[in-house]
């Protein structure tokens, strides 16, 4: 599976963007699918994560009510809706798979098989 994500940029602190992760290859297998981040200086983080339906979602806490994960088969892409960034959301983000059709989410980045080559977020103050 290759993932390719875009849609990073500079804006400012209170504004929105649209991350979109697009899948390609292995068709025929399910896949969950997350969100990391890794801040200068600091280690990878978990953001969000949906199962291969879209009917499970999980946020690390300091994005929630923020941020949303969402999928469209259709598509096979991937998307994280941020709203009202902070400073702190500064950091480049990675789309991640992981082949599995259950209802679980996967939070530990160790899980995942399948890594896009990140996109760059940076919010000013």
């Known amino acids: 599976v290759q993932l390719q994500a875009s849609g990073g940029g500079l804006v400012q602190a209170g504004d929105s963007l649209r991350l979109s992760c697009a899948a390609s290859?292995?068709?025929?297998?399910?896949?969950?699918m997350g969100w990391f981040r890794r801040a200068p200086g600091k280690e990878r983080e978990f953001v969000a994560a949906?199962?291969?339906?879209?009917?499970?979602?999980h946020y690390t806490d300091s994005v929630k009510g923020r941020f949303t994960v969402s999928r469209d088969s259709a598509k096979n892409t991937l998307y994280l809706q941020m709203n009202n960034l902070k400073p702190e959301d500064t950091a480049i983000y990675y789309c991640?798979?992981?082949?599995?059709?259950?209802?679980?989410?996967?939070?530990?980045?160790?899980?995942?098989?399948?890594w896009g080559q990140g996109t760059q977020v940076t919010v000013s103050s």
């Open positions: 949906i199962n291969w339906s879209g009917g499970s979602t």
């Open positions: 991640a798979a992981a082949a599995a059709s259950t209802t679980i989410v996967f939070v530990n980045g160790d899980l995942y098989e399948y």
């Open positions: 290859g292995r068709a025929g297998r399910s896949y969950a």
